[in-house]
């Protein structure tokens, strides 16, 4: 697979994604019920964390066990949004049409890695709570 078959891949892959809804319940407790929500697509940071396992261990099995463990897992557990992130990055990478766990482990680090870099922003990511939307130290410009 050549370098415009990977980011056309990838693109494929950021599309699916973006398609993804998980449904879950949450209680409000204004109204004193559950009430229905939906998540759609992901957080790109979600995507990055296991991109950046696959990284690391450069194991498809071992990737393709985390994707399908982390929807339910404790780590996802933070709040149903997470669970729905990871479940529709999972719903993705299993797609018929992108076959994310047959591609060669070379090919899927780089059309996960385009992916990481081709899905856009959510509405709702915000700046990390550390920085409060300041530059991190370091990231300007030095001064003498």
């Given at each position: 697979m050549g370098p415009n078959e990977q980011i056309n891949l990838a693109k494929q892959l950021v599309q699916r994604?973006?398609?993804?809804?998980?449904?879950?319940n949450r209680y409000d407790h204004e109204l004193g019920q559950n009430v229905a929500e939906t998540v759609v697509?992901?957080?790109?940071?979600e995507l990055k964390k296991i991109f950046s396992f696959l990284v690391a261990r450069r194991d498809l099995a071992q990737f393709k066990q985390?994707?399908?463990?982390l929807?339910?897992?404790?780590?996802?557990?933070?709040?149903?949004?997470?669970?729905?992130?990871?479940?529709?990055?999972r719903a993705a990478l299993e797609h018929p049409e992108i076959n994310f766990f047959n591609l060669t482990?070379?090919?899927?680090?780089?059309?996960?890695?385009?992916?990481?870099?081709?899905?856009?922003?959510?509405?709702?990511?915000t700046f990390s709570r550390r920085t409060h939307g300041r530059r991190k130290r370091g990231s300007g410009p030095r001064r003498r």
């Open positions: 994604i973006g398609e993804a809804t998980f449904k879950y697509g992901t957080d790109r940071d985390l994707v399908q463990a929807p339910s897992s404790d780590f996802a557990g933070r709040s149903n949004k997470t669970k729905g992130y990871f479940a529709n990055i482990l070379d090919n899927a680090l780089q059309v996960l890695g385009w992916a990481c870099r081709l899905l856009p922003a959510k509405d709702d990511e």
